[in-house]
C-alpha cells in the first residue's frame, strides 16, 4: 500500500523537524509549508490525506486556512495546533472544517492515532463514493472453467495482481474483462482504497473530461460549483477505464501526464493536483493496431500496456459453459427465491453448441430470461432464447430440403412433447398430412411422445 502523504504547516523550523523525523520514521510522507499562502500551495500540489495545521502563521491564522483548503478539496482532514488552546478557539476552528483541535506540547504518538484514524475514516468514504460512482459490482470468480485457456490466464492473473504496474486487459465485448480488473484490485496491494470504473466509449470528450479530471467553478456554462474528478475519488486506490480504446485523442495526453507523473489538472484550474491511482485499461480493440495507424498514442499505448492479460472469449472454450451456466443459476435463483436450478441435457448441449456472440454476458441474460418464463424446475431447450443462428443452424445451410424437413418437425415434435395435433397446429399443416411425413420421413414420435395423442 502507498505512503499516507501529511501537510505540516508552521513556521517554526524546530517544530517541523521533530515532527517530520517522528513521522517519517513511521511510514508517512511528509510535505511542509510555513505561510498560509505557502500551505495553500503545497495542497493544490500534493495531494495530502491530512493536513496539520498551526494556529497562528506569519500571515494569518488557521481559521482564515481552513476554508480555502476545504474549498480545494473537502475530503481531506484537517487538524489544528495551538499552544493556546480554549473551548471558544476550538468550536470556531470545528465550525471552518476542522476534524481536530489538539494543543502544545503535543505528544507525538497521540498525534500518529489521530492522523492514522482520519486516514483510515477519509479512505472509507472514498470507498462508499467510488461504490457509488461505479457502474457495477460483480462478484463472479473470472476463472470459472477447466479449460485450459482459462487456467493460462489464472496462472497469468495470480503473477501480476501484486504488481503496481498498469494492467491491459483484452477481449471481447461481454468476456468478462472488468470482472478480472475487479479481481485484480481486490487482491492487489490497493485492495483497501477504492476502485472506480469509467467507461470511456459511453462518453463524448468534454463529458469524459469532465469525469476523469473534474472541473472548476465556472469553468463551463452550468459549472456553477466545483467538481471532483474521478481520478481524485480513485486516489490510492484503482482507476479501471473500460473501452479505453475509445478515449477521444484530445483526452489521451493528459492521461499519459497522469501516469508518468501522477499530476493533472482540473477543467478551468491553472495548477497541477498530485494523485496515485493504479491504472487497469480494458479494450475489445487491437490497440498496436490503432497506435500505428495513429488512432491512439502510441506512447499511452506502451504505458499502459507494462501487463497485458488477454481474456479468451466464451466460445474458445465451450468446455466452461456449463459450470459458469450453473453459477448464474445459483446466483438468479437464489434473488428469485426459486432456490438452485438445473439444467437438462438438451439444454446444456445447446449451450454448449451455441457460439456465444456476446460472451458471459449474453449467456447470463439467456439464462435469466429462461427462468423468468420457465415454469419451474430444470431448464429445458426450449426454455433456452437464443439472440444470433447457432452453429446447428449455420450447419442447415448445406442440408438437403427432405433432411431440413426432418429436423423442422423433429424440433417441433420434441417442442410439443410428442403431441401430433399441436406439432401439426404448429406446423399449419393437418393432422394427417403431419402423419404422412412422418411415415415417409421415418421418424418414429415415441422418442418425443410423452402422452397419447
Known amino acids: ?18 515532527m517530520r523525523g517522528f513521522l517519517s520514521a513511521h511510514g508517512f510522507d511528509v510535505d511542509e509549508a510555513t505561510s498560509i499562502a505557502e500551505a495553500q500551495e503545497a495542497f493544490r500540489t500534493t495531494r495530502p490525506d491530512v493536513a496539520v495545521v498551526d494556529y497562528r502563521l506569519p500571515d494569518g491564522t488557521a481559521l482564515q486556512l481552513l476554508p480555502r483548503l476545504k474549498e480545494l478539496d473537502a475530503s481531506v482532514p484537517l487538524v489544528v495546533l495551538t499552544g493556546h488552546g480554549s473551548i471558544e478557539l476550538a468550536v470556531q476552528a470545528v465550525k471552518e ?6 494543543t502544545k506540547p503535543l505528544e507525538l504518538s497521540v498525534l500518529k492515532v489521530v492522523l492514522e484514524r482520519l486516514v483510515a475514516q477519509r479512505r472509507e468514504r472514498q470507498r462508499q463514493l467510488a ?5 457495477g459490482h460483480s462478484t463472479v470468480n473470472p476463472f470459472l472453467g477447466t479449460s485450459a485457456a482459462i487456467r493460462v490466464l489464472q496462472g497469468q492473473a495470480e503473477r501480476v495482481r501484486q504488481s503496481d504496474a498498469p494492467v491491459l486487459v483484452t477481449g471481447e465485448t461481454g468476456s468478462g474483462k472488468s470482472v478480472l480488473a475487479r479481481w485484480l484490485h481486490e487482491g492487489g496491494p490497493r485492495a483497501d482504497a477504492p476502485f472506480v470504473d469509467l467507461n470511456c466509449a459511453a462518453l463524448s470528450k468534454d463529458l469524459l473530461d469532465s469525469e476523469l479530471f473534474g472541473h472548476e467553478k465556472g469553468a463551463f456554462t452550468g459549472a456553477v460549483s466545483a467538481k471532483q474528478g474521478l481520478l481524485e475519488v480513485a486516489d490510492q486506490g484503482t482507476l479501471f477505464l ?7 485523442v484530445a483526452v489521451q495526453p493528459k492521461l499519459l ?41 502510441s506512447d499511452l499505448y506502451f504505458r499502459v500496456s507494462t501487463l497485458i492479460l488477454h481474456v479468451p472469449a466464451l466460445r474458445e472454450r465451450p468446455e466452461d459453459i456449463p459450470a459458469i451456466a450453473q453459477h448464474f443459476l445459483e446466483e438468479l ?24 456472440p456476446g460472451n458471459i454476458r449474453e449467456l ?20 433456452l432464447r437464443f439472440e444470433a443462428p447457432s452453429e446447428e443452424a449455420s450447419a442447415e445451410e448445406d442440408l438437403t430440403l427432405e433432411e431440413l424437413e426432418r429436423r423442422h418437425i423433429e424440433r417441433v415434435l420434441r417442442r410439443e412433447n410428442g403431441h401430433v395435433e399441436r406439432a401439426a397446429a404448429r406446423l399449419g399443416i393437418p393432422r394427417s398430412s403431419l402423419y404422412e411425413r412422418l411415415k415417409r420421413l421415418g421418424i418414429n414420435r415415441s422418442g418425443f411422445q410423452k402422452s397419447d395423442p
Open 257 to 297: 501526464k497522469v501516469l508518468e507523473e501522477k499530476r493533472f489538472r482540473r477543467l478551468g484550474d491553472v495548477r497541477d493536483r498530485r494523485v496515485d491511482v493504479r491504472l487497469i485499461a480494458a479494450t475489445h480493440q487491437d490497440l498496436s493496431a490503432a497506435a500505428r495507424e495513429k488512432r491512439f498514442r
Open 131 to 135: 461504490d457509488r460512482a461505479s457502474t
Open 242 to 248: 473500460d473501452e479505453i480504446g475509445d478515449m477521444d
Open 1 to 18: 500500500m502507498t505512503r499516507t502523504r501529511i501537510l505540516l504547516v508552521d513556521d517554526e523550523p524546530g517544530i517541523r523537524l521533530g
Open 364 to 383: 447470463r441474460n439467456v439464462l435469466e430470461r429462461a427462468l423468468l418464463l420457465s415454469g419451474g424446475g430444470p431448464l429445458s431447450r426450449n426454455d
Open 333 to 356: 435463483g437464489r434473488a428469485r427465491g426459486r432456490g438452485t436450478v438445473g439444467l437438462q441435457a438438451d439444454a446444456e448441449a445447446a449451450l454448449v453448441r451455441y457460439p456465444w
Open 97 to 102: 472544517g476542522a476534524e481536530q483541535f489538539l
